[in-house]
């Protein structure tokens, strides 16, 4: 009986991990920098990337 509680408990677990891995998720970030070229000083601008979507 002991064994069987065990099995019940490591599949059900299983599954849950599976389900939990397979299911989409959202993704929002804001990416922040600065867009620069060597050698030239005048080529200088802060930018800022969105990624959104669901992966």
């Known amino acids: 009986m002991m064994k069987r509680f065990l099995y019940t408990t490591i599949i059900v677990f ?9 299911n989409p998720k959202q993704y929002d970030k804001t990416l ?8 030239d000083n005048d080529v200088y601008e ?5 990624l959104n979507g669901t992966l």
């Open 32 to 39: 922040e920098g600065v867009y620069y070229q060597l050698g």
């Open 14 to 22: 299983f599954l849950s991990v599976v389900i939990w891995y397979f």
């Open 46 to 50: 802060e930018v800022s990337v969105q």
